[in-house]
Structures are given as structure tokens and as C-alpha cells.
């Protein structure tokens, strides 16, 4: 691995199906943690989220970026992590996390200067 992908930020997409279609209680489960989590996460290189709701309200997408791989590795070590994942199974039906690369943003993205 160069060290400049070492050094990208690390950023997934990460879709959630609720349990028995329950997206609000998902959705206020995911919104109250982030927000509880977030002093600490930062600590360890969390960068910020993004929240969706797919327009057919079947998923829950969340869009989240690390400043590396290694601090996202780091940040799902610790037991606030782990807790939070314990916390969440029994809201989610299934879940798909796909790490991705940066590669353009374009008009009012918060990434558009950050062209590689």
C-alpha cells in the first residue's frame, strides 16, 4: 500500500434494511448514536456522516468517512464501537458495507476541492 492511499481518507457506504420495515426507529436509533458517539469517534480520525433514506423508505443509507483505514480500524476496535454494533442487530434485517474511493466531486460537495 503507497502511502498515499494510506493517507486517503477511508469512506463507506453502508446500506441498512430495517427489521420488519421499521426505517424511523432505524433511522432515530442511527441519528442519537451518531450524535452520542461523535466527540469520541472524532478522536479517532471519524471525519463525519451522512444519512440517507432511500426514496422507496426500504433503506437506510449512511455514507461515513474516516481519515484513513487505519483509524477506522482503530474506531471499530473500541468497545463504544462494539457496543453500538450490539445495540443495532436487533433493528436491522441486513446490511451491506462497501468501502469506496474518492474520485470527483463536482458543484456544492463539501469534497469538490479535494480533487485527486
Known amino acids: 500500500m503507497t502511502d498515499r492511499h494510506r493517507q486517503s481518507p477511508y469512506i463507506s457506504i453502508n446500506t441498512f434494511t430495517a427489521?420488519?420495515?421499521d426505517i424511523d426507529a432505524l433511522t432515530a436509533f442511527q441519528i442519537a448514536e451518531?450524535?452520542?458517539m461523535s466527540d469520541e469517534a472524532t478522536a479517532y480520525g471519524w471525519l463525519g456522516n451522512e444519512v440517507y433514506r432511500s426514496r422507496d423508505?426500504?433503506?437506510l443509507i449512511v455514507v461515513?468517512?474516516?481519515r484513513s483505514a487505519e483509524a477506522r480500524?482503530?474506531?471499530a476496535q473500541t468497545d463504544r464501537f462494539r457496543h453500538h454494533v450490539d445495540d443495532l442487530a436487533p433493528l436491522i434485517e441486513d446490511v451491506t458495507s462497501v468501502p469506496v474511493t474518492f474520485l470527483a466531486a463536482?458543484?456544492?460537495s463539501p469534497l469538490a476541492g479535494d480533487q485527486r
Open 19 to 21: 427489521v420488519g420495515g
Open 34 to 36: 451518531m450524535r452520542d
Open 106 to 108: 463536482h458543484g456544492d
Open 73 to 75: 480500524e482503530s474506531w
Open 57 to 59: 423508505g426500504a433503506s
Open 64 to 66: 461515513t468517512r474516516f
